[in-house]
Nanobody, 123 residues
Framework: QVQLVESGGGLVQAGGSLRLSCAAS????????VAWFRQAPGKEREFVTS????????LYADSGKGRFTISRDNAKNAVYLQMNSMKPEDTAVYYC????????????????WGQGTQVTVSS
């Protein structure tokens, strides 16, 4: 099993940056693919970005392309989400999730989740 804990959320002005971290427990974390999702009030949880177990391939939703960067450090059991040029519409609770059967964008297919971290972007 994998346990995930997100951190790094907070309040930022539009145009600013935040770096989210997802810390994982478990010696097999390096074999898991990891994704970031977000959920705004009243909206469904949506895919943001993902990275495969090796870090060799990433996928981004259109909303974050060119602004967000996902990376991982398997030696530290961590995945990061660098968010730049942030917009008010980025406001949401951000979750990291892990699975071992390949990257997908459907949140229902991820068995392991963190508790989420709130990101608020003011205009």
């Amino acid at each position: 099993q994998v346990q995930l804990v997100e951190s790094g959320g907070g309040l930022v002005q539009a145009g600013g940056s935040l770096r989210l971290s997802c810390a994982a427990s478990g010696r097999t974390f390096s074999s898991y693919d990891v994704a970031w999702f977000r959920q705004a009030p009243g909206k469904e949880r949506e895919f943001v970005t993902s990275i495969i177990w090796s870090g060799g391939s990433t996928l981004y939703a259109d909303s974050g392309k060119g602004r967000f960067t996902i990376s991982r450090d398997n030696a530290k059991n961590a995945v990061y989400l660098q968010m730049n040029s942030m917009k008010p519409e980025d406001t949401a609770v951000y979750y990291c999730a892990a699975r071992s059967l390949g990257v997908v964008t459907d949140p229902r297919l991820y068995p392991y989740w963190g508790q989420g971290t709130q990101v608020t972007v003011s205009s």
